[in-house]
């Protein structure tokens, strides 16, 4: 192992470092207690509502996270969250130790603040979607990986089978990073070795034994999973798409993370003989396990669309590359852009400091004069008030015809996964909200739910942001007749977050499905 502490006060940096974790946390607590849920964790909390061992969009843990949270927080924000501030902590262990084995004690500190403030792994903690158990898989993962392959630890094969498996039962994407040891298997010569012993395939036995019960929910589901996540990202129209994948890098590690990581990945300093050969195979090995997700990323990126969170977990791995490229731009006083990047990261990192929880109390509470994003679908701001409007509407149908409506939010499932949540007046919020699927479209999950076949003759109480949506040919013709359209209207802090729209529709007929 490299001890860099002696150059850049490894003891200060590591006190340092774990104020940022603290002070994270504390955030992390606090505004997850505070700030409403957005769609996504809706969505996967009502994942946890119908529990499974896989799901059509993702594999199981994020549900049975959210599931284990709730039963202590009990049906809260925080109890949907808590999953995640677990996952960041697990993350950031297994990131310093990494660090720390491969580039020292100052390196090890600075890639542990990182993992606090830069904008994926300060989200991915905060957030309960698949990203955060994943992200901590996957920074444990490498931590036993490089255990195994260049501190020649055999134990560390099944810690490291043992995580693998934990990060399929996340998500997918996990795949790629064993791709990417094997593949530096095959092209490293100190580690080739270990194909001709048992402990690396008894290693992936254990992450496919893990993995299995997402298998047979698959089998039982004609494979549905698999190919909502395989044939189904290649449908559709070809677009390039790749100045948007480098787009979400810079937004996901900010603009000087960004400039630091592609520094690190290009560099040939840490191949130089001086920096002893423990640390270049170290480098040889986290650069591989960048770069091999990365480039699946960007030759898909080519000609198909991206999302922003894709590349989030693989640059874990980048981490320690770019603590110890900013370490090692400041012991050699670097200029010109490696130099610009190494005095950025500070100020960087304080703005983060201040900016996450000055947003995250907007959003909470709200700042004087301050208003919102009229994409309230992307913003955890108005659903417990819609929520409640919408109870209101139920309670008085109720009352008047002794019979509830299903709720029916005209999206996939933005609007339903929200109202089921924060329907907390109603009998059963789970069972009665559904999605826009009804009407022909995709519902996700909520197809298999609520099915459509069992909902005909009911009637629908539909919920809109889009008037128009609420009068399209698919709902005239799916209801045997129609009531008014009415409206109301957001607010915090006298601003208008958005109006939304709402009718009640008699007599459900399912139409044939139009999946797109």
Same mark, same amino acid.
């Given at each position: 192992?490299?001890?860099?502490?002696?150059?850049?006060?490894?003891?200060?940096?590591?006190?340092?470092?774990?104020?940022?974790?603290?002070?994270?946390?504390?955030?992390?607590?606090?505004?997850?207690?505070?700030?409403?849920?957005?769609?996504?964790?809706?969505?996967?909390?009502?994942?946890?509502?119908?529990?499974?061992?896989?799901?059509?969009?993702?594999?199981?843990?994020?549900?049975?996270?959210?599931?284990?949270?709730?039963?202590?927080?009990?049906?809260?924000?925080?109890?949907?969250?808590?999953?995640?501030?677990?996952?960041?902590l697990i993350a950031s262990l297994f990131v310093y130790r990494l660090t720390?084995?491969?580039?020292?004690?100052?390196?090890?500190?600075?890639?542990?603040?990182?993992?606090?403030?830069?904008?994926?792994?300060?989200?991915?903690?905060?957030?309960?979607?698949?990203?955060?158990?994943? &992200?901590?898989?996957? +920074? @444990?993962?490498?931590?036993?990986?490089?255990?195994? %392959?260049?501190?020649? $630890?055999? =134990? !560390?094969w099944g810690w490291a089978g043992l995580w693998l498996g934990i990060g399929?039962?996340?998500?997918?994407?996990?795949?790629?990073?064993?791709?990417?040891?094997?593949?530096?298997?095959?092209?490293?010569?100190?580690?080739?070795?270990?194909?001709?012993?048992?402990?690396?395939?008894?290693?992936?036995?254990?992450?496919?034994?893990?993995?299995?019960?997402?298998?047979?929910?698959?089998?039982?589901?004609?494979?549905?999973?698999?190919?909502?996540?395989?044939?189904?990202?290649?449908?559709?129209?070809?677009?390039?798409?790749?100045?948007?994948?480098?787009?979400?890098?810079?937004?996901?590690?900010?603009? &000087?993370?960004?400039? +630091? @990581?592609?520094?690190?990945?290009?560099?040939?300093? %840490?191949?130089?003989? $001086?920096? =002893? !050969?423990?640390?270049?195979?170290?480098?040889?090995?986290?650069?591989?396990?960048?770069?091999?997700?990365?480039?699946?990323?960007?030759?898909?990126?080519?000609?198909?669309?991206?999302?922003?969170?894709?590349?989030?977990?693989?640059?874990?791995?980048?981490?320690?590359?770019?603590?110890?490229?900013?370490?090692?731009?400041?012991?050699?006083?670097?200029?010109?852009?490696?130099?610009?990047?190494?005095?950025?990261?500070?100020?960087?990192?304080?703005?983060?400091?201040?900016?996450?929880?000055?947003?995250?109390?907007?959003?909470?509470?709200?700042?004087?004069?301050?208003?919102?994003?009229?994409?309230?679908?992307?913003?955890?701001?108005?659903?417990?008030?819609?929520?409640?409007?919408?109870?209101?509407?139920?309670?008085?149908?109720?009352?008047?015809?002794?019979?509830?409506?299903?709720?029916?939010?005209?999206?996939?499932?933005?609007?339903?996964?929200?109202?089921?949540?924060?329907?907390?007046?109603?009998?059963?919020?789970?069972?009665?909200?559904?999605?826009?699927?009804?009407?022909?479209?995709?519902?996700?999950?909520?197809?298999?739910?609520?099915?459509?076949?069992?909902?005909?003759?009911?009637?629908?109480?539909?919920?809109?942001?889009?008037?128009?949506?609420?009068?399209?040919?698919?709902?005239r013709l799916a209801a045997r007749s129609l009531g008014p359209v009415l409206?109301?209207?957001?607010?915090?802090?006298?601003?208008?977050?958005?109006?939304?729209?709402?009718?009640?529709?008699?007599?459900?007929?399912?139409?044939?499905?139009?999946?797109?």
């Amino acid at each position: 192992m490299s001890d860099d502490s002696r150059l850049d006060g490894g003891s200060l940096a590591r006190a340092f470092a774990l104020g940022l974790v603290v002070y994270a946390t504390v955030l992390r607590l606090y505004f997850g207690a505070h700030v409403q849920l957005m769609p996504e964790e809706t969505y996967y909390w009502n994942y946890s509502r119908h529990l499974d061992i896989g799901y059509l969009d993702h594999p199981p843990m994020v549900a049975w996270l959210i599931r284990c949270g709730t039963g202590l927080f009990g049906q809260t924000a925080i109890g949907v969250r808590i999953g995640a501030v677990v996952c960041a902590l697990i993350a950031s262990l297994f990131v310093y130790r990494l660090t720390k084995n491969v580039f020292g004690e100052t390196s090890a500190a600075l890639a542990l603040a990182l993992a606090q403030l830069l904008p994926f792994f300060f989200v991915q903690g905060l957030l309960m979607t698949p990203d955060a158990p994943l &992200t901590a898989a996957w +920074a @444990a993962s490498l931590y036993f990986l490089e255990r195994a %392959l260049h501190g020649g $630890s055999r =134990g !560390a094969w099944g810690w490291a089978g043992l995580w693998l498996g934990i990060g399929l039962l996340s998500k997918y994407t996990i795949g790629l990073l064993g791709l990417g040891a094997f593949l530096f298997m095959l092209t490293d010569r100190r580690s080739r070795h270990w194909l001709r012993r048992w402990e690396p395939y008894a290693a992936a036995a254990l992450a496919f034994a893990i993995f299995a019960p997402v298998i047979v929910w698959n089998a039982e589901h004609h494979w549905a999973s698999f190919a909502f996540q395989t044939a189904r990202r290649f449908a559709g129209r070809p677009q390039f798409a790749l100045h948007k994948l480098i787009g979400a890098a810079i937004v996901l590690l900010t603009p &000087t993370g960004f400039l +630091a @990581a592609t520094r690190a990945l290009a560099s040939g300093r %840490l191949q130089a003989e $001086s920096q =002893g !050969a423990a640390r270049r195979a170290g480098f040889r090995f986290l650069r591989f396990v960048v770069l091999v997700p990365l480039a699946v990323f960007v030759f898909f990126s080519l000609r198909r669309a991206v999302k922003l969170d894709w590349t989030g977990a693989p640059w874990v791995a980048a981490l320690p590359l770019i603590a110890f490229e900013l370490v090692d731009a400041g012991r050699t006083a670097a200029t010109g852009l490696r130099g610009w990047v190494r005095a950025s990261c500070r100020p960087t990192l304080i703005a983060m400091s201040l900016i996450y929880p000055l947003g995250l109390y907007h959003l909470a509470f709200g700042l004087p004069d301050v208003g919102y994003s009229r994409h309230m679908e992307l913003l955890p701001v108005g659903w417990r008030e819609l929520g409640a409007r919408i109870d209101r509407v139920v309670e008085s149908y109720g009352r008047d015809h002794r019979t509830q409506p299903l709720v029916v939010g005209m999206d996939r499932y933005v609007i339903a996964s929200e109202l089921a949540f924060y329907g907390s007046a109603r009998p059963d919020p789970v069972g009665d909200t559904t999605s826009a699927y009804l009407f022909g479209g995709m519902g996700l999950m909520y197809e298999r739910w609520i099915p459509a076949r069992l909902q005909r003759g009911r009637t629908l109480l539909l919920v809109s942001f889009h008037r128009r949506s609420l009068a399209a040919r698919s709902v005239r013709l799916a209801a045997r007749s129609l009531g008014p359209v009415l409206s109301g209207s957001l607010t915090r802090g006298g601003h208008q977050i958005r109006r939304y729209y709402y009718r009640f529709a008699y007599g459900y007929r399912q139409p044939p499905p139009q999946h797109s």
